[in-house]
Nanobody, 119 residues
Framework: VQLVESGGGLVQPGGSLRLSCAAS????????MGWFRQAPGKQRELVAF???????NYADSVKGRFTISRDNAKNTMYLQMNSLKPEDTAVYYC??????????????WGQGTQVTVSS
């Protein structure tokens, strides 16, 4: 099983980016999925998560600006980030609880994608 993020980059304050996280491999079912971020010198923090039924939750710092979604048919999760601020600069990681066809359940992480908000 592999998670691959894409969509990061450099954007000016107030701009937007859309991150994607595609899961591949011997996947039977994906449970909760989430986006985390880690800025230099700081601990990794939860940005948003979404359950298999589509219930969402957000960190206070991104409420009203970020939207998490998922396409279960494509095993893909998204993070639409609007009104970006310099303090959103970080490496963004996706995370998913996955059950494989071998009936193994585990927590998987992507490799991370850099988001830089700067003028």
């Amino acid at each position: 099983v592999q998670l691959v993020e894409s969509g990061g980059g450099l954007v000016q304050p107030g701009g937007s980016l859309r991150l994607s996280c595609a899961a591949s491999g011997s996947i039977l079912r994906i449970n909760n999925m989430g986006w985390f971020r880690q800025a230099p010198g700081k601990q990794r923090e939860l940005v948003a998560f979404i359950t298999s039924r589509g219930r969402t939750n957000y960190a206070d710092s991104v409420k009203g600006r970020f939207t998490i979604s998922r396409d279960n048919a494509k095993n893909t999760m998204y993070l639409q980030m609007n009104s970006l601020k310099p303090e959103d600069t970080a490496v963004y990681y996706c995370n998913a609880g996955i059950i494989t066809f071998a009936d193994d359940a585990d927590d998987y992480w992507g490799q991370g994608t850099q988001v830089t908000v700067s003028s």
